[in-house]
C-alpha cells in the first residue's frame, strides 16, 4: 500500500516561511508528476504548484509564483514545498499528491497526502 505522509505545516506570521514535506512509502516502482494542492475554509481546492515526472519542469499558480518552490529529492523520493512570504491569503490545508505505478505492469494512478494545515496570521 502506498502512503503519502505530509508534515511541515504549522501556524506563522505574515511574512513568514514554511517548508510542507510529502514522504512516500509502500511499493512503488516509478512516479510520475508531483502536485500541491490546497484548500481554504469554505472555497474550493485549487492547485498550487507541480514538479514533473522527470523532476525538471515546474509550475506555478499565479497567486504563489515567485514565493513558492516545489522540488523531489528525486522522482521517488520526497516533494517538498518551499514556502516564503507567506500571506494571510495562503491560510488553507495543503495536499500533495503524486502519480504512482506500483508494478512494472500496472497503471498510474493518484495517491494523496491527508494535507497538512497552514495558518498565516497578520
Known amino acids: 500500500q502506498v502512503v503519502l505522509i505530509e508534515s511541515g505545516g504549522g501556524a506563522v506570521q505574515a511574512g513568514g516561511s514554511l517548508r510542507l514535506s510529502c514522504a512516500t512509502s509502500g511499493p512503488i516502482w516509478s512516479a510520475g508528476g508531483l502536485f500541491w494542492y490546497r484548500r481554504a475554509p469554505g472555497k474550493e481546492r485549487e492547485f498550487g504548484a507541480s514538479i514533473d515526472y522527470k523532476n525538471q519542469i515546474t509550475d506555478y499558480a499565479e497567486s504563489v509564483k515567485g514565493r513558492f518552490t516545489v522540488l523531489r529529492d528525486d522522482p521517488l523520493g520526497t516533494g517538498y514545498l518551499n514556502m516564503y512570504n507567506l500571506k494571510t491569503e495562503d491560510k488553507a490545508k495543503y495536499y500533495c499528491?503524486?502519480?504512482?505505478?506500483?508494478?512494472?505492469?500496472?497503471?498510474?494512478?493518484?495517491?494523496w497526502g491527508q494535507g497538512t494545515q497552514v495558518t498565516v496570521s497578520s
Open positions: 499528491k503524486q502519480d504512482i505505478a506500483t508494478t512494472g505492469s500496472g497503471s498510474y494512478r493518484e495517491y
